[in-house]
Nanobody
């Protein structure tokens, strides 16, 4: 019913930048939170950044001051601008959206397929 498609991952040297995008499409009345997660090999998936429809954001301590998450609500899109990347940022990055399908519906969450970010030292 809802598809999330991430893009923008790739290979970058330490200190470099990448911008990830996640576009939601399908049966969407409204999207509340749109969040970024990441999962490194052998580790649990961790929450990186959250964004609300109103524009409020929160970040995990390890990325504060380096990553910026922002949304374009009209396009059902969330971005993650990643600056001063470090090798420890290497992971598959996923977006998650809390979607309402109609005015009386409950919130349901959906995941994207992930995009690989690799930071070389």
């Amino acid at each position: 019913q809802v598809q999330l498609v991430e893009s923008g991952g790739g290979l970058v040297q330490a200190g470099g930048s990448l911008r990830l995008s996640c576009v939601a499409s399908g049966s969407i009345f409204s999207i509340y939170e749109m969040d970024w997660y990441r999962q490194a090999p052998g580790k649990q998936r961790e929450l990186v950044a959250t964004t609300t429809r109103g524009g409020a954001t929160n970040y995990v301590d390890s990325v504060k001051g380096r990553f910026t998450a922002f949304r374009d609500n009209a396009k059902n899109t969330v971005y993650l601008q990643m600056n001063r990347l470090k090798p420890e940022d290497t992971a598959v990055y996923y977006c998650r959206a809390d979607v309402v399908h109609s005015v009386n519906d409950r919130t349901r969450f959906y995941w994207g397929q992930g995009t690989q970010v690799t930071v070389s030292s």
